[in-house]
């Protein structure tokens, strides 16, 4: 009997408040080869690539790691990763300076996103104004990706955002990840409902229709004509992922038509008391993002989880009251360096928290044989290294993911020279499958690939 197949681009259709609107499908069996390793059609199972970002840097005596190579033993700061079991799914990069610093949070931010030093628009201040001078280079891997009708995907790229922006007037550079270009933004959606109604369908139904049902209403037709054609396995994670999508519309306040009465739905996780629901909206934008990763939406990704010079008041740490950027000012910096700064320290590690969450939801979301973490490649990153002295080298770097085979986790690469940061997306790029001979613009250049960490 001729086995059913699918392809991977399929999406079910429906009416949703008088609107056409599409519910993508995760990776089934019936997309797959015998083996589950590759698409039906013979192509590849598709690569991820992302950007994780976060303000302000680290706490370097507590972020660097002990030992190098495979035997290295974490600190602090990087403990919540090795607690979320994810130590074989990252590798930290250290020793690295950004060869373009001049300014250093500006500096920090266009370096290691293009290679190259910021544009400079005007002063404002003590300071200055500045943008990305070219593309950042998620940008960059979504032309690559766009170009080629064999991984062209609905959503050129995603780009998504946890703690609000609490900066100042300092240009693009501060305020967004993502560039086209020089003041050129792919600006952060920051709004979770937003963001999931974009991705899954409902953005263009009515507010009251919303309220009233789910958006996997409008396709019952669809999936119960589809239910039966699949295998065992393939009804399995179709009920999955259906229960996934009715849980982000539950928790953004989207109720199923299960419910009697109608709810306003949540605007965004806004603020209780004054205080970011931070811990709880990094969650919902982590579970959509994997969902829209998993149905293969977008191939390029970014999360701006606070931004550069980052104001986030991290309200769960003791004494916190200022935003990161001050507080990283105006702590007290003790004689001892594993002791000073510790509300600094506090909210760093609170930061990793949240990216353990996010790493793991890929690496626990399936994606053929494998799962979404191991088919990505992630730069997980920040614009400086201390934030108390504005510092650009160690820069604090982690390569996340496998990019299906060609990445290498739980390897601690340190530069014993000092080298360019641009060493690291050259080498994501490498893995990534991307062809490019180099990354980067003059003393920003570099076409060296961390030999170490590719597979």
Known sequence: MRRFRLDRRTMLKGLFGGAVVGVALPT????????????????????RFGIWFWGNGVRRAHWTPNGTGAGWTPRAEMQPLIDAGLRDWFSPVTGCEIKTATHPHHSGMSGILTGARYHQLGTTRDTIVTTLPRQSIDQYVA?????????RTAYRSIEAGVCRFHGTDEGTTFQHLSHNGPNNPNQSEYNPLALFNRLFGMGSAPQAAVARQSVLTAVQAEIRALQPRVSASDRTRLEQHFDSVRAIEQRLGAPSGACAAPMRPLDGYPDLMGQEQIEQKNRVVSDILALALACDLSRVFSVQFSTCGAGTVFWMVPGFRSGMHQTCHDERASADPATQQPMVHAATTFTMQQLAYFLAKLRDTPDGATNVLHNSAILCTTELSEGYNHTNDEFPILLAGRAGGRLRGGVHWRSGARDNTSRALITLLRAFGHPAASYGVGPGESNAVISELLA
């Open 28 to 47: 089934l069996e019936c997309m797959l080869d015998a083996n589950g390793e590759a698409l039906a059609q013979g192509r590849p199972l598709p690569k």
């Open 143 to 151: 032309d690559f990706v766009m170009n080629d009708p064999a991984t």
